[in-house]
């Protein structure tokens, strides 16, 4: 028996998905099949008229974006996620010497306040947690009891306003980057444990592992540690060696078996090809097998001295794609919390313009406010505008995400910060 497909409403439906059956009875719609693939707008309207309400539509194949995403995890958001992308006339490719400069708009003002705050919280954080690696690699004990404050101003931003936070967190400078990149796991760490409904002392504990979960890496020779190149085969089976090395530091200090466990642990996969103990599925723990996702998210998406960043929107599409790598419900719970666009993320209209994505819809995954700056139909910048894809009456919406590297766009965090 054939799979019945991802249920979403009528007005959901786009260009290019895969029907798989209609709501109601086979004399209720106007189409001759109840299994086809939408290509003409129009019958998107026809089906709306015909007081269709509920359509089933494809979740495998090439047609969907995230295949590897649990629907039934996502509940009602699983037509956001597995949405196919919309079919745009063709683009012609960017000129390759000319990058388009950027304006920097004036940002809404509550977006603004908010980034103006998870600015200074990161930067506190960012002194603090370095002084806490530096305190390990001199060998002295590691209060994690004291972090409480930071995790508790953390979590703070993330009630306040998560896209804020999780997005200044995310740029960090190459010389900052162990310490920031603590603090963008913490902050990672306390969204995804809000949106599992974790209780209080759990997310708790999940923040203080986001900022030690790397605490090993104070015990990697610099000259590895810092190496502006890929390492070679033995210097990265010496980095392997940082989570039994933060693990037992902070067993010596007395830290909580949570904050130890996600230390050891944060690098293992629930297929079994992790390290360092190979673990599989429940033999990780949910915290875990938490940090995993946060970890690898914020490594991809950050700026390395031997790589460039991804685009957050395609670390989501890529990190879906590596099956066996994270847990199912763990990894759609955190493409709830950042979305399937994050904040920054560079991406194409159905109107044949790029923006930017500067805020998160409230309703859908789908349809966040945008920063349009640039016609791809006269391959030049346009004036910057806000545009809300959640607002009523909105006619344009997101194709996909594309490649800034592609384009040339430099300094693309001045459109939403």
Request: glycine residues 6%; neutral net charge; hydrophobic residues 45%.
């Given at each position: 028996?054939?799979?019945?497909?991802?249920?979403?409403?009528?007005?959901?439906?786009?260009?290019?998905?895969?029907?798989?059956?209609?709501?109601?009875?086979?004399?209720?719609?106007?189409?001759?099949?109840?299994?086809f693939i939408l290509e003409d707008p129009a019958d998107i309207q026809r089906i709306i008229d015909a007081g269709i309400q509920e359509v089933w539509i494809s979740d495998g194949g090439d047609t969907t974006m995230n295949a590897t995403l649990d629907d039934?995890?996502?509940?009602?958001?699983?037509?956001?996620?597995?949405?196919?992308?919309?079919?745009?006339?063709?683009?012609?490719?960017?000129?390759?010497?000319?990058?388009?400069?950027?304006?920097?708009?004036?940002?809404?003002?509550?977006?603004?306040?908010?980034?103006?705050?998870?600015?200074?919280?990161?930067?506190?954080?960012?002194?603090?947690?370095?002084?806490?690696?530096?305190?390990?690699?001199?060998?002295?004990?590691?209060?994690?009891?004291?972090?409480?404050?930071?995790?508790?101003?953390?979590?703070?931003?993330?009630?306040?306003?998560?896209?804020?936070?999780?997005?200044?967190?995310?740029?960090?400078?190459?010389?900052?980057?162990?310490?920031?990149?603590?603090?963008?796991?913490?902050?990672?760490?306390?969204?995804?444990a809000r949106q599992l409904n974790l209780d209080e002392e759990q997310t708790r504990l999940a923040g203080i592992g986001g900022l030690t979960h790397d605490l090993g890496k104070m015990f990697v020779p610099l000259e590895i540690l810092n190496k502006p190149?890929?390492?070679?085969?033995?210097?990265?089976?010496?980095?392997?060696?940082?989570?039994?090395?933060?693990?037992?530091?902070?067993?010596?200090?007395?830290?909580?078996?949570?904050?130890?466990?996600?230390?050891?642990?944060?690098?293992?996969?629930?297929?079994?090809?992790?390290?360092?103990?190979?673990?599989?599925?429940?033999?990780?723990?949910?915290?875990?097998?938490?940090?995993?996702?946060?970890?690898?998210?914020?490594?991809?998406?950050?700026?390395?001295?031997?790589?460039?960043?991804?685009?957050?929107?395609?670390?989501?599409?890529?990190?879906?794609r590596w099956d066996g790598d994270f847990d199912k419900r763990v990894f759609n719970a955190f493409v709830k919390s950042v979305g399937i666009y994050p904040v920054g993320s560079l991406v194409k209209l159905a109107s044949n313009r790029l923006a930017v994505?500067?805020?998160?819809?409230?309703?859908?995954?789908?349809?966040?406010?945008?920063?349009?700056?640039?016609?791809?139909?006269?391959?030049?910048?346009?004036?910057?505008?806000?545009?809300?894809?959640?607002?009523?009456?909105?006619?344009?919406?997101?194709?996909?995400?594309?490649?800034?590297?592609?384009?040339?766009?430099?300094?693309?965090?001045?459109?939403?910060?």
């Amino acid at each position: 028996m054939s799979k019945p497909g991802i249920k979403i409403k009528a007005t959901e439906l786009r260009v290019g998905m895969r029907i798989q059956r209609l709501g109601g009875s086979w004399m209720q719609h106007p189409f001759l099949r109840g299994r086809f693939i939408l290509e003409d707008p129009a019958d998107i309207q026809r089906i709306i008229d015909a007081g269709i309400q509920e359509v089933w539509i494809s979740d495998g194949g090439d047609t969907t974006m995230n295949a590897t995403l649990d629907d039934d995890a996502l509940g009602m958001e699983a037509a956001d996620v597995l949405a196919p992308p919309m079919v745009a006339e063709p683009v012609a490719a960017p000129p390759p010497a000319v990058a388009p400069a950027v304006a920097r708009p004036k940002p809404a003002r509550s977006m603004e306040l908010d980034v103006e705050r998870a600015r200074k919280v990161c930067h506190n954080a960012r002194d603090q947690v370095a002084n806490m690696f530096q305190q390990a690699r001199l060998g002295k004990a590691i209060d994690t009891q004291a972090t409480l404050p930071l995790v508790d101003a953390i979590q703070a931003e993330v009630q306040r306003n998560a896209s804020a936070i999780l997005s200044v967190a995310r740029l960090k400078a190459h010389d900052d980057y162990t310490y920031m990149h603590s603090v963008a796991v913490c902050a990672l760490m306390l969204a995804l444990a809000r949106q599992l409904n974790l209780d209080e002392e759990q997310t708790r504990l999940a923040g203080i592992g986001g900022l030690t979960h790397d605490l090993g890496k104070m015990f990697v020779p610099l000259e590895i540690l810092n190496k502006p190149a890929r390492l070679s085969n033995e210097e990265f089976e010496v980095m392997k060696l940082h989570p039994a090395a933060g693990a037992k530091a902070l067993a010596d200090s007395q830290a909580t078996p949570a904050a130890i466990d996600i230390a050891l642990h944060h690098h293992e996969k629930v297929n079994g090809r992790g390290y360092p103990h190979a673990l599989k599925g429940d033999e990780i723990s949910l915290l875990a097998r938490m940090g995993a996702v946060c970890d690898v998210y914020d490594a991809v998406t950050s700026i390395r001295a031997y790589k460039k960043p991804w685009d957050p929107a395609m670390s989501i599409r890529e990190m879906a794609r590596w099956d066996g790598d994270f847990d199912k419900r763990v990894f759609n719970a955190f493409v709830k919390s950042v979305g399937i666009y994050p904040v920054g993320s560079l991406v194409k209209l159905a109107s044949n313009r790029l923006a930017v994505v500067v805020e998160q819809g409230g309703d859908s995954l789908l349809h966040p406010k945008v920063r349009v700056f640039f016609s791809l139909r006269s391959n030049e910048p346009i004036q910057a505008n806000t545009l809300d894809l959640a607002a009523p009456g909105c006619k344009d919406s997101i194709v996909g995400p594309e490649d800034p590297e592609r384009w040339g766009f430099k300094n693309l965090e001045l459109l939403w910060q």
